[in-house]
């Protein structure tokens, strides 16, 4: 008995003092989200909360509250302030109420493909990881939302199409709806959860997403007609509160880092595979691609650049989107394999 006891002590001394996780106080992180239960990006955050809890030994674990539960991206932000999240899965309208050099990466006809996106997002990775840390958030890691396009319930092929569409825009969104309403598309700000049933009343008779956010929100049951090109690729992110950061141990801090480095590249990869099978679904099932008049093409490459001193420097410096240019002229000026949108 005195030998099981000692045993026992020695173990107990071990185990602490070398931190085990069965004896260590386990930190939990509220990550939110508006993407619903069962989508791709809450799936990918579920993977990467589970593998960051076993990895650790339970130190540290992720709690998912998705589908908008925790409020819109506004209030998100919000609440990490007031330490009440941790941290949150973000498009680039959450982000750029923190940074809005982000917005730099989604400017409309500036990047033509994925290979430039990535080349892009990379060039300009510690500038943007910076402004975030400079506002009190980490970035943990990147994500896509797919190529952007123009859905409608009639075909958008001329200007006087686009005259008299009524699309959907983001509240407190400044970027897209700049761009539409200098195409002659009047705006109506609503709530993404509001979405469908405008679509269905008639309130509204245009969207915009990719084929993946489109089919997993249901609005393609309502839209039925998608520019073929589209106009600007989605970009989100996943952001720790900086303050929750640097309150893990450094080994805690290396390993999520790491690991959310390998959920970056999964769910990148991911989410495009998932988004061209999306894409092929809605044409399947009836989609119509249709093709833009030249004069509209032209238009909407002249409002590309004509609308910018609307949003500098509000969103963003002059200088950094003059970088980010520089950057995309340089790539394409080299040689590369031919590049595909999706």
């Known amino acids: 008995m005195l030998n099981q006891r000692r045993a026992s002590c020695w173990v107990s001394f071990v185990l602490v003092l070398f931190g085990c996780p069965a004896l260590a106080q386990t930190k939990v992180l509220k990550l939110a989200t508006l993407a619903p239960t069962g989508t791709t990006w809450a799936n990918g955050i579920k993977t990467f909360a589970t593998t960051v809890t076993d990895g650790l030994g339970g130190q540290i674990k992720i709690k998912l509250i ?14 990490i302030r007031q330490g009440q999240l941790s941290g949150a899965a973000l498009t680039s309208l959450g982000l750029g109420k923190e940074s809005g050099a982000v917005h730099v990466l989604e400017l409309p006809l500036m990047v033509h493909n994925y290979e430039e996106l990535d080349y892009l997002r990379e060039q300009l990775d510690s500038e943007l990881r910076k402004g975030f840390e400079d506002k009190g958030l980490v970035i943990l890691a990147w994500a896509d939302l797919g190529p952007v396009h123009l859905f409608s319930t009639r075909p958008l092929r001329t200007h006087r199409d686009m005259t008299k569409a009524k699309a959907w825009v983001l509240p ?3 970027m897209v709806p700049t761009f539409l309403e200098e195409l002659g598309v009047a705006g109506v700000p609503l709530a993404i959860g509001d979405v469908n049933a405008a679509l269905q009343k008639g309130t509204i008779n245009v969207a915009y997403g990719s084929a993946l956010t489109t089919l997993a929100l249901g609005w393609h049951a309502n839209l039925r007609y998608m ?6 690729f989605g970009v989100a992110a996943t952001v720790l509160s900086k303050r929750e950061f640097d309150a893990l141990t450094p080994d805690q801090q290396m ?9 970056q590249r999964d769910m990148i990869k991911t989410i495009r595979e998932e988004d061209a099978r999306a894409l092929e679904n809605l044409v399947r099932n009836g989609m ?6 030249a004069e509209l093409e032209n238009e909407f490459a002249g409002v590309a650049k004509s609308f910018l001193p609307q949003l500098e420097p509000v969103l963003f410096s002059p200088r950094l989107r003059k970088k980010a240019e520089a950057i995309l002229s340089d790539y394409r000026s080299k040689p590369h394999r031919t590049a595909k949108t999706r």
């Open 255 to 263: 390993f999520l880092l790491v690991e959310a480095k390998a959920y």
């Open 66 to 79: 998705a589908g908008g539960i925790a409020g819109d991206e506004g209030q998100m932000i919000d609440k």
């Open 288 to 293: 119509q691609v249709v093709h833009p008049s």
């Open 172 to 174: 407190g969104d400044k």
């Open 227 to 232: 520019i073929d090109k589209p106009f600007t």
